[in-house]
């Protein structure tokens, strides 16, 4: 099998780790940046009564089509423009980098920073250019123009706003970027539901930018649901490198639902916005703990020992992500999701007791 596995997969996929899904059984769930909030019970006995009805013999047909508008219709696209779905943003951030110009192409994005854009770059045999960010988090404008001017890559990947730092970035440098990148960009505002800032009234602007959304921090994570809007003869090319069924059945008649439940959801998200202010209240009163704001539904600490706040906490019921090796700006970090008030209470105590 070794000998196997060294002449059949690729020795760059040999070397790389998979992507590591901590186990949460019996924890309190504070890793992911997930919506901890579940459907109240009458929609979920609804939910459960459409999925049933649901024809599981069949592919995806037309019902596809009809999530596409209404998610355009959510989002407010602008004239002119298409949307494509993919199974989570994951696998758009994976087929645009498939339908990349190679050899020599590159894709850009500032550290630290979401990992599968430099993964998505790395599987399909392009290069991966990594900016740092300053150290309060802000973008480095001039590193990344410049980076842009040496690289000319294929692709630039903006978060907005970011995970893990949280933050949404000056909109005036966003545009000088915008303005200076050769080829895409993309706007990823998966974390857009609990930001103050969309970019999508500007998006129309350029024609060589696109938005990237996901279902996943609304409130479906488990559903799988990412989607990328942008002008229409663009999205059309993209959309060729797509596997023709990649949105279920079951994931497709789930987000119409919670679609057309929105409402409930926005409430959710206020809540999540909410409980955010109250837990950034009791961390600045730990002198211990340094907290930077957060336009998402995560907040990064930095703690005087990650690893031991990290284990004690767990230890106390309660994960967390610990990013400090992500990179080194974020040495002693960890990256807490914002739950329900009762779990808040509990991640809060449980950080407090393992400082
Ligand atoms: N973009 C960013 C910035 C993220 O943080 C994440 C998930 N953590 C994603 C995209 C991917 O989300 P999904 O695949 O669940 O749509």
């Known amino acids: 099998m070794t000998d196997l596995i060294a002449r059949r997969i690729r020795q760059d996929v040999q070397s790389m780790h998979a992507y590591a899904i901590q186990d949460s059984r019996g924890l309190i769930k504070l890793d992911a940046m997930e919506n901890p909030h579940t459907l109240p019970p009458e929609l979920r006995r609804q939910l459960g009564e459409r999925l049933a009805e649901l024809a599981l013999n069949r592919y995806p047909g037309d019902r596809v089509n009809d999530l596409r508008r209404a998610l355009a219709a959510h989002a407010g696209?602008?004239?002119?423009?298409?949307?494509?779905?993919?199974?989570?943003?994951?696998?758009?951030?994976?087929?645009?980098?498939?339908?990349?110009?190679?050899?020599?192409?590159?894709?850009?994005?500032?550290?630290?920073?979401?990992?599968?854009?430099?993964?998505?770059?790395?599987?399909?045999?392009?290069?991966?250019?990594?900016?740092?960010?300053?150290?309060?988090?802000?973008?480095?404008?001039?590193?990344?123009?410049?980076?842009?001017?040496?690289?000319?890559?294929?692709?630039?990947y903006l978060a907005y706003p970011n995970n893990p730092t949280a933050n949404l970035w000056d909109d005036a440098v966003i545009e000088r970027i915008v303005t200076a990148a050769p080829g895409l960009v993309v706007i990823d505002e998966a974390y857009q539901p609990f930001a103050g800032r969309s970019y999508i009234d500007r998006v129309a602007k350029h024609p060589h930018v696109l938005l990237m959304r996901t279902m996943s921090k609304f409130g479906l994570a488990g559903?799988?649901?990412?989607?990328?809007?942008?002008?229409?003869?663009?999205?059309?090319?993209?959309?060729?490198?797509?596997?023709?069924?990649?949105?279920?059945?079951?994931?497709?008649?789930?987000?119409?639902?919670?679609?057309?439940?929105?409402?409930?959801?926005?409430?959710?998200?206020?809540?999540?916005?909410?409980?955010?202010?109250?837990?950034?209240?009791?961390?600045?009163?730990?002198?211990?703990?340094?907290?930077?704001?957060?336009?998402?539904n995560m907040i990064l600490v930095r703690v005087p020992d990650a690893a031991k706040a990290f284990d004690g906490m767990k230890s106390r019921g309660v994960l967390v992500k610990n990013v400090s090796k992500m990179h080194p700006l974020l040495?002693?970090?960890?990256?807490?999701?914002?739950?329900?008030?009762?779990?808040?209470?509990?991640?809060?105590?449980?950080?407090?007791?393992?400082?």
Not at 110 to 128: D, E, H, N, T
Not at 340 to 354: D, K, V, Y
């Open 77 to 156: 696209m602008p004239d002119g423009f298409d949307i494509m779905l993919g199974n989570g943003s994951d696998e758009l951030i994976s087929l645009l980098a498939m339908a990349c110009d190679v050899p020599g192409a590159s894709i850009l994005a500032p550290l630290p920073g979401f990992v599968m854009y430099g993964m998505s770059a790395q599987l399909q045999g392009l290069k991966f250019i990594g900016v740092d960010l300053t150290p309060d988090f802000e973008l480095d404008e001039r590193a990344m123009l410049a980076a842009i001017e040496q690289h000319r890559p294929s692709v630039v």
């Open 223 to 296: 559903v799988r649901i990412g989607y990328m809007m942008g002008p229409r003869q663009l999205i059309a090319e993209v959309d060729k490198v797509r596997p023709p069924y990649n949105i279920s059945v079951l994931n497709c008649e789930a987000a119409l639902f919670a679609l057309a439940h929105q409402d409930e959801f926005a409430r959710q998200a206020e809540d999540i916005r909410r409980q955010r202010q109250v837990i950034q209240a009791v961390l600045a009163a730990m002198p211990q703990v340094k907290a930077w704001p957060s336009d998402a």
């Open 331 to 355: 040495a002693n970090c960890l990256r807490l999701t914002v739950g329900t008030a009762g779990e808040n209470e509990r991640m809060l105590a449980a950080l407090q007791a393992s400082l």
